[in-house]
């Protein structure tokens, strides 16, 4: 029968005789060699799609790396080589700057990106892929555990495809590189393995385990010396500044976590990108259930805020208003504003009272006390709260107990920075869900 | 010995040691950076009051005399005390007006009937208005004068009064507003700074109504004032 996978095979119909590659109508005249040519040029590709998929891995590891100064970086977000790295908010930074990107993030700061361990295996799968195009006996033995070893990068490719999509609501283009270089190797493994001799019936176990071993040397290799030379700050730990007026009299604070843990304070622009993107860590990494978290509203928006001579996110005042007019309703009109903060931002940049005429059709409990003297007023004490503790004219920003997390560990490493200050912080019961 | 274990080791070797030689160089550079951003001091401005360029040393000095006298400064308990006009200013009236003209957009007038100290509808809205209006403001000033009609001493009488009817209604409006802290009452009588026909053309609470240098001084002149005293 035919199939798209059907290949010419030279091998004797005799399976039960070993087999070696290359040397098919030589073998009386004593020839030796790697293997056929289609196997050859299937290990080619499954070692041209791990060099792809290590420069891919080392692109997004080295953008990874980049962060660990705890500085702003720009991103490299497109598969042409050389193309210029990004500053602003992409696809590419969401994915980044997400919980999924790094494991043990709690442990150390920033975790140890999921990029490295590709780094590992696509250097594994080059080194494994080459060695077998160099040797000369190349077997059905071999190339099934080529099968299972670009598998591995396959399946994760999967995983985190489907985590990006479902849960990030991003794509990362480095990511997408990863995911079609794996399945190249793949299927270039799975040809290499049809098109391979078969074994000389041996135990492959030992093989198999030994080659399994050398993967995990080099996953355990790159991430002992990443771990080793990861740079530390204690700044972390400690934090930058504390709150000096911690109670709400003018009752502006908003609840975003209900519960009895440690109190913490989020100071949000409902129309910053930033804002959106801290939001979603402090839901995904679930931070938001270990602290009793509360918001105060700074929007950045020259229509209310006298410190900022041009909006920055024009229509946050109007956004903030309705938060504060129906603060029970506050978190649906900010998931909602989050979910459309580019279009609003857009609109009120000419057209402001069309954005306050959208929030009152969306959410008529607000009808009547948007821009009102006595919320813009409340609005006004927000700002006032930021003058009152002097804060950064800045957001996000993030307050364990009363200590300020600093600017630079709000994001990837907000969730080992929460983890010492609550560590520093009286023991407390465990907070409720969010909503 | 065969070629092919040494062949097979380099390979090994050099298929791990390149990515992990990028890798620790990239982390070597980060620690490097991170260093020198340590003692690097933040360029983020730090929010705080508003203060504009009309933010005069004799507008200040003004204000801290007017907060002071109504208890808004130190630990003294809230209420003005009648201050004479002419030594909280120390300057002529034209140019105690002429301090405050930079205002025209911060600043409201409410008018009063003849020697009425009551704010009409029109007088309570617009009261409410601008102290909606506080922005970074770090005081709210109210000046409350009276036509030249009268006694010196009911004139000033009469606009203290016109004075504390502002001050009552924010009171009553907006009673749990600790911003009533930031409230400065200054009451001019007739003798001094009256208000040119000019400040007709100001927003007031009687706007399109007839008005005349007399209609204007019965009033309260209100503004925040974005300067930090």
Known sequence: MSTPLSFHDERPSNRDEPYVYGTANRRDSGGGGGGSGAMKVALIVVALASLAGLVFSMTSSGDFIEHLDRQVHSIHCSLLPGAKAEV????????????YSSVMRTSMWGGIPIALLSVATFAYLIMRSLGMLLSK???????????????????????????????????????????????????????????????????????????????????????????????????????????????????????????????????????????????????????????????????????????????????????????????????????WAFANQERLRTTAKTDEAAVRKEIETKFPKVKGCLGSAPIKNKVNKSLRFAVANALPLLTPQLFIGDRRVCDEDTDLGLEFTVEKMLAAQPAAAPSGRRR | MSSEPIRNLVLFAACLLVPLGMVVSSERAAASRLAEAGDAASEVPIASAAEEGYCSVQLKQILRRVAGACGLLGEGGRGCKPADAKNVASMSGDDFNALFSPLASRAHIVQFDAEQTALDPKATAEVEQVWAEKGGASFFFVVSRASKDGGADYNTELSQQRAQAVMGHLQSKFPEDDDLKRVGLLWLGADYAQLGENFCEWKRSRTGEPCTAKDINRSSFMAWIDCAI
Request: charged letters at 15%; proline letters at 5%.
């Open chain 1, 88 to 99: 602003g908010e992409s696809g590419c930074r969401t994915v980044m700057m997400s919980p």
């Open chain 1, 137 to 335: 006996t190349t077997t059905r033995k071999e190339t099934l555990f080529l099968i299972a070893a670009t598998g591995l990068p396959s399946v994760m490719s999967i995983i985190f495809g489907s985590i990006a999509m479902n849960k990030l609501g991003a794509a990362c283009t480095m990511c997408i590189g990863i995911y079609v270089s794996s399945a190249i190797a793949s299927i270039a493994a799975i040809i290499a393995h049809v098109t391979a001799g078969p074994s000389d019936g041996s135990s492959s176990i030992g093989l198999w385990a030994r080659w399994f071993g050398e993967g995990c040397v080099y996953v355990f290799t790159l991430v002992f010396f990443y771990v080793i030379f990861a740079p530390t700050s204690p700044k972390s730990a400690e934090g930058c500044g504390t709150l000096v007026q911690k109670e709400d009299p003018a009752g502006i604070f908003i609840t975003m976590s209900k519960g009895a843990g440690v109190p913490g304070l989020a100071v949000l622009d409902p129309l910053c990108p930033a804002c959106k993107g801290f939001d979603e860590r402090i839901r995904t990494s679930g931070i938001d259930q270990r602290v009793a978290l509360q918001t105060v509203l700074f929007p950045l928006d020259s229509t209310c805020n006298w410190m900022v001579k041009e909006s920055l996110h024009p229509g946050a005042c109007a956004v903030s208003e309705a938060m504060l007019c129906d603060k029970d309703g506050a978190l649906e009109v900010l998931d």
